[in-house]
């Protein structure tokens, strides 16, 4: 199995919205990854977790929060977002491999 | 971090040969080079990667100077498909804190019929 599997695949909030993305890997990966994608740019590493502790912040606002309960799972609670923080959202998970990629959660806050 | 220069878009005619520059000049001894491409918002997916010595896979081949400051991809047989925005990336060598791949701009190919 060499899938990352994010959740759900679109999601619409309103800016006083809790909402939570997912994302699930079985490779025994121990690098997971959070991207933000905007339109037409490249993917910006956000989050990165290195044996389910957070290892790198690249100076994310607080209204996302990472979380990683298990070394399969990846979380990214959003909390109080403005309508710029519309974007595909990307998860990765790699360990001494390339960095296997999901398909994204295209996120619009209204 | 390493960062990596690629042209903004390039084209190619079907069934001929795309060749993909990148400048990658601070790299360090121990960083990779990997590729990756972006079908129109999907997840990117891996291509290839390597480290000194040039490589080939089922995909493409890679290949990368001797002085390591600069590589090249190729698509030896560009099919319609394989129109898609292409992404140079030095992945920045991490043992306790993950490895790190940051995307440098990317060059978006036409593939023309």
């Known amino acids: 199995d060499t899938e990352v599997t994010q959740t759900p695949k679109h999601l619409v909030m309103g800016m006083t919205n809790k909402k939570s993305l997912k994302c699930e890997q079985h490779?025994?990966?121990?690098?997971m990854y959070w991207y933000k994608q905007k339109a037409k740019k490249p993917p910006e590493l956000m989050f990165v977790?290195?044996?389910?502790?957070?290892?790198i912040n690249e100076s994310v606002p607080s209204r996302f929060s990472p979380e990683c309960p298990n070394s399969s799972l990846l979380n990214l609670h959003l909390h109080a977002l403005q309508p710029e923080d519309s974007a595909l959202y990307l998860c990765a998970s790699s360990w001494n491999t390339e960095a296997f990629f999901g398909q994204g959660t295209r996120l619009t806050v209204v | 971090d390493a960062k990596t220069t690629q042209p903004t878009s390039m084209d190619c005619a079907e069934g001929r040969a795309a060749n993909l520059p990148c400048n990658h000049s601070?790299?360090?001894?121990?960083?990779?080079v990997y590729w990756y491409r972006q079908i129109h918002s999907q997840g990117p997916q891996y291509i290839i990667h390597?480290?000194?010595n040039n490589e080939t896979n089922e995909m493409a081949s890679l290949i990368i100077t001797e002085d390591r400051k600069s590589s090249t991809l190729i698509l030896p047989h560009a099919t319609l498909r394989d129109t898609a925005v292409y992404y140079c990336?030095?992945?920045?060598?991490?043992?306790?804190?993950?490895?790190?791949?940051?995307f440098g701009t990317g060059t978006s190919l036409t593939v023309i019929p």
């Open positions: 490779m025994g990966h121990r690098a």
């Open positions: 390597g480290l000194k």
């Open positions: 601070t790299i360090s001894g121990n960083e990779y």
């Open positions: 990336i030095v992945r920045v060598d991490q043992s306790n804190t993950g490895n790190q791949f940051y």
């Open positions: 977790y290195s044996y389910e502790k957070l290892s």
